[in-house]
Every structure is written in C-alpha cells, then in structure tokens.
C-alpha cells in the first residue's frame, strides 16, 4: 500500500461547478497535509496546507481534513479553465505524495 | 525574494556518464529536499537536508546517486554512471523548516541516451 492514494483521475468538470479532489494516507501519526498544484510541464505549486480537522477555506479553495478516517481533500468552487492541471496531495512526515489527480475544466 | 532555483534546466547525458545536478535554496531555508518525478507520477522523495546535515537519504534509489549540501546552502545531486532509468525531472524544495510548506524550483529534466 502507498503512503499517498490519490484517484489519478482525470476528472472533467464544466467551468463553473464544484470540482471535489480525494486523497487518503496510511500513516495515522501524520501532522501536515498539503495540497499541490503542477501544470503540465512545471514544478508543484503549493495552494493549500492544513494541519488540523476540519475545513480550511481560502478564496474558491477549500481542505478539509479527517484525521479519524485518514483523507484530505480539496475542493474548487467556480472552477475555471485555468484550474486544469494535476493537483498532487502530501503528507508530511517523510513528506510523500500521491500521484496526482488530473483536473480539466471544461468551458 | 527569489525562490528555489535550479541549473542546468535541461541535461542530456550518455548511458555511463556522470552528471551534477544544483539547487539553491529560498535565503534561509533550512530544509532543502530532493525528488525525482517520472512523467505521469508524484514526486518520489529522495533526500533531505537540515542545514549541512543530510538526515534522510532513504529514498536514494543506489549508491550511484550522492547528495551534498557542504555549507547549508546551495545543494548538489550526483548520479554517477548515469543509466536509463535515471531519466526523469529532478526537484529540489526548500521549507524554513520539516513540515512546514516546501516550495520547488523549476526542476532539472534529465534525459540518458
């Protein structure tokens, strides 16, 4: 089992909707979870990083976190086209990621 | 202030070669980590850094690759006798410190012929 699941996708969603991104992990005494974003061709951009349960909200981007159940996601409001990309969820203690889950967005 | 950086950009090396690979850091950062990236795959972690100290080197793939960090701050990666399957995008990352927010250079593409 790999420390970092991630459903690899992709996922359409029409511009405008809600796109909801899951990502789970195996190791419980994990503290820090982050949410990257890589556009095809560059290096991850952090977007998001959460640290205890619950809901952390900033602008259209929301994670929510579950330490009970072991996942982390994240989710997009109002997607829009340029939110096309993969977005790669870590977990930090030896700092693992999934493989990345691809975003289009349709307009 | 400049972020991580990373030089060569792109490398091209023959099957045996050997090649070097650097990153500098975010002023500051504490913590510098190394990934390698397959296409269509994560980051997988190879090696990191608190200031001169390499206190994980775990996910070193052989003894061909070696990392270097000699004044806790500008970072070198060598894989010696560079094989195919090393060819892959190389990450650095910097944090002020473990488990805070890393942020990543542009990455180094390296292409084995």
């Not at chain 1, 994240?74 to 870590?90: E, F, G, H, M, V």
Request: aromatic content about 12%.
């Amino acid at each position: 089992q790999k420390e970092v699941e991630q459903n690899s996708g992709p996922l359409s969603v029409p511009e405008g909707a809600i796109a909801s991104l899951n990502c789970t992990y195996s190791d419980r005494g994990s503290q820090s979870f982050f949410w990257y974003r890589q556009y095809s061709g560059k290096s991850p951009e952090l977007i998001m990083s959460i640290y205890s349960n619950g809901d952390k909200e900033d602008g259209r981007f929301t994670a929510q976190l579950n330490k009970a159940s072991q996942y982390v996601s994240l989710l997009i409001r109002d997607s829009q086209p340029s939110d096309s990309a993969t977005y790669l969820c870590a977990v930090n203690n030896q700092f693992y990621f999934g493989t990345g889950t691809s975003l289009t967005v349709i307009p | 202030g400049a972020g991580v950086s990373q030089s060569p950009r792109y490398k091209v090396a023959k099957r045996g070669q050997d090649v070097a690979l650097r990153c500098d850091p975010i002023s500051g950062h504490v913590s510098l980590f190394w990934y390698q990236q397959a296409l269509g795959q994560g980051p997988e972690f190879l090696t990191y850094f608190q200031n001169e100290a390499q206190l994980d080197k775990s996910g070193l793939p052989s003894d061909r690759f070696f990392a270097e960090r000699p004044e806790g701050s500008v970072s070198t990666l060598k894989i010696q006798r560079t094989q195919q399957e090393d060819s892959a995008v190389y990450l650095c990352a910097s944090s002020t410190s473990h488990g805070n927010e890393q942020y990543f250079g542009p990455g180094t593409r390296l292409t084995v012929t």
